[in-house]
């Protein structure tokens, strides 16, 4: 014996529409009525939600030892202000564009004088790499992330640096 089941034939009215689909109209006036402030969450939900939108727009600005000697201190003042980055930034900025200038056909009076502006920009990096070991101690300078990156930057375009010089052709 087979069993079969009758489906129920689909009703014309709008029966079938969840609630769920009428509760936003609801919730968007209740939000109205008190100000924008979410009457859903608990005081505890309300705390956590505030102390995340904080964290979000609050950055941590990362202290190092200060050193005690005076050539140091200067050092570290000036490395760790924001001017200095401000100032790493635009160099970095420069090097962008000069990385632009370089096309295909150029003169060799322009290439040269793209690659000196190149090892320019890689004495400065060099410099800052140099500067912040001294700021900052070779361990404190190895611990941070961005510094890491920034060596390793800085070796790979010293290292490229010095390949080009002993495989550029003398005529």
């Not at 936003?24 to 705390?47: R, V």
Request: hydrophobic share 50%; with cysteine.
């Amino acid at each position: 014996m087979l069993l079969t089941h009758e489906l129920p034939a689909p009703s014309t009215d709008l029966e079938f529409i969840p609630d769920f689909i009428h509760v936003e109209p609801q919730f968007n006036a209740l939000k109205a009525t008190n100000e924008g402030q979410l009457t859903l969450l608990t005081e505890p939900q309300k705390e956590w939600l505030m102390i995340q939108r904080l964290m979000a727009t609050v950055q941590l600005k990362k202290r190092y030892k200060r050193p005690t000697n005076r050539v140091r201190v200067f050092v570290y003042k000036m490395v760790l202000n924001e001017a200095f980055d401000n100032v790493m930034v635009a160099i970095i900025l420069a090097n962008i564009i000069v990385l632009f200038l370089f096309y295909q056909g150029q003169s060799a009076a322009w290439t040269n004088a793209l690659e000196i502006a190149n090892a320019v920009f890689t004495v400065i990096y060099i410099l800052e790499m140099l500067l912040k070991w001294t700021a900052m101690g070779v361990l404190s300078y190895f611990r941070d992330s961005w510094c890491q990156f920034d060596f390793f930057i800085v070796v790979v375009s010293a290292l490229v640096r010095e390949s080009s010089f002993y495989s550029a052709d003398i005529t």
